[in-house]
């Protein structure tokens, strides 16, 4: 395995080169290469050089090309506007490069230079409660991000940071307590609908106790003391609701076609035995401050409306401990016993507001620093068509199993239709279809999610996910499908890199675009921005059907032409392929 250095990086260091050796006084100036329209790429670093030198821009410019050395990289350099380098690369440099990246498991992609230790907090939803449109986004980004960081050869430790602690389940438990019989069964006989309808059902009665009558409010209020001064019993019934949630959770992980791994569940609840510590140490640091009874972190810039100060509150008045407690305990936790260098929310922007006050108060307490540190991986809002935060028509939550499962149907239809188009021999099966239609239907949705940069708020809008048209899933998968067909009717000729083969303009577009695979992978592992992946992806996409509708492949000139350009279109695929699994999008070799 070898990573390859890329086209871009190549030029770049022949021009530095020049540079130094053409103008030593320069020192190490960079020769600021960009891509352009006009040529293979454009250098403009002479520019602000000359200005620095204060010479002719265009004298230096000729003076850097003179000192560049034969080689087979470099086709044409010329000098153009005010100093600009236009620089074209040579064909047979392209096809060289690519056979290299083709030679390699990784597609040549190198590991990051300094990999470190990153934990990841992603995939959190909250016990007895159904998972909605917000927990997808966080499932579904984090699933990427965690997967192009592995391939970035980063440690990832992955935290599921669950909502499993706090005041309901007093009320859930005592309700337990007083109706045992309520979830009576063995967790191999439910399905995850069915433990979610029965954590519901469970749910709504004892809230509509809990509002109606005064003693059992009280009961429960008892059960909450119990539950936190480790009560056995309370535990083990507490457990239930976790164990029943987590058949719930993992039902709707695996329709996602996620891995979500129990070790890595580690919820609120697994930090209660930090609590205490957290608390003496923020307070004996004197970061944290008794106020009315309450133990809190204050900031300068944080004020409510009225002017007064917000703090974070670690501890109540009352004793008890809510969310900031947990979230810097779990700093704690994975700076010191997991060994992070760097920790990753991937977490609703609306709460952007506690982890600027928690990361602030874990830099005082000094647990992150400028060696640890952490970032909140925010994003925006699932919207409904109408533009409004999803809800249903009767205004509630929609449940993200309905929506999961929508999208199957959806892309069942659009695969049953395309295969409709297919001679009969050659059509899928109804266990394919639905097969498709999954893998078809998940991919379009995380790939909605994925193709927007997370910041911003997107519209849920399923015609649009699932349209074999546009910037979709099902277009790229479409293209990888057609490219494995195109392939299997090649028979004996088999893909082949030619370098000293002239290529067409969407041969040299393609192959470019190619060999960018690795640089997009090191700036969207370095960004935590997913969706340039998908841009790159869906513009890959895009440069092979122009290749592919101006080259024919298998009726191409010549044997040599014939195995050359299905070697770019197996190239195509490979880099098609890993990009999609490192999204978390299955690419089916027939469509
Ligand atoms: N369970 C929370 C929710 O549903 C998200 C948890 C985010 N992670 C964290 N460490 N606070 O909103």
Known sequence: MASVPSLASTVQQCLADALSAALPEAGSADPLLRRSDRADFQANGILALAKKLKGNPRELATKVVAALPANDVLKDIEVSGPGFLNITITDAAITGTLAA???????????????????????????????????????????????????AGEKVVRRHHIGDWGTQFGMLIQYLIEHPHELDHKDADVSGEEAMSNLNRLYKAARALFDSDEEFKARSRDRVVALQSGDEETLALWQRFVDESKIYFYSVFDKLDMEIDDPDVVGESGYNDMLDETCRLLEESGVAVRSEGALCVFFDDVKGPDGNPVPLIVRKSNGGYGYAATDLSAIRDRVQKLGADTLVYVVDARQSLHFKMVFETARRAGWLNDRTHAVQLAFGTVLGKDGKPFKTREGETVRLVDLLDEAIDRAAAVVREKNEDVPEAQRLTEDEIAERAAQVGIGAIKYADLSTSASRDYKFDLDQMVSLNGDTSVYLQYAYARIKSIIRKAGEARPAAHPEIALAPAERALGLHLDRFGETLAEVAETYEPHKLAAYLYQLASLYTSFYSECPVLKADTPQQVENRLFLCDLTARTLGQGMALLGIRTPERL
């Open 101 to 151: 990246r083709a030679a390699d498991d990784r597609l040549g992609v190198p590991y990051a230079g300094k990999a470190g230790t990153t934990v990841i907090d992603y995939a959190q939803p909250n016990v007895a409660k159904e998972m909605h449109v917000g927990h997808l986004r966080s499932a579904v980004i984090g699933d990427a991000m965690v997967k192009i960081l592995e391939f």
